[in-house]
């Protein structure tokens, strides 16, 4: 991304994010974007759900909102639009996505409408 000047001061913008840091006990791993299913937050905190598992991230869903391309669908999930099955829609505005791994991801009422135009729908 470009670097933008205000004034005679740069302002760094920081890169998209590729690869999704995720602390384990010794180590660091990477997780590429492509390989994410969804990212989930709950109390204990961010984890990033793939093929390989479930791992704790210290980045928080707003950054990965911003720098990466997974979309929000609820207050507490972002997801990988290229690892969606299909979407049903319920009652009251909300719908389910169906991942292609079999997991569920809900969507809120909230976030519906922008998925929907996200997908052309």
């Known amino acids: 991304k470009e670097n933008l000047t ?6 760094y913008t920081a890169p998209e994010i590729r690869n999704i840091p995720c602390v384990m006990t010794n180590r660091i791993k990477l997780i590429g974007t492509s390989e994410v ?4 937050s709950d109390p204990a905190g961010v984890y990033v759900v793939c093929a390989k598992g479930e791992f ?3 980045l928080t869903l707003k950054v990965l909102e911003d720098k990466t391309n997974l979309l929000r669908c ?7 639009l290229d690892r969606v099955d299909e979407i049903v829609l319920q009652e009251n505005l909300l719908a389910e996505i169906k991942m292609k791994s079999g997991l569920a991801v809900p969507v809120s ?3 519906l409408k922008k998925l929907k135009e996200t997908l052309g729908i």
């Open 6 to 11: 205000r004034g005679d001061h740069p302002v």
């Open 37 to 40: 299913d969804f990212v989930r």
């Open 56 to 58: 704790f991230t210290e």
């Open 74 to 80: 609820h207050k507490q999930y972002l997801v990988n």
């Open 109 to 111: 009422r909230r976030f």
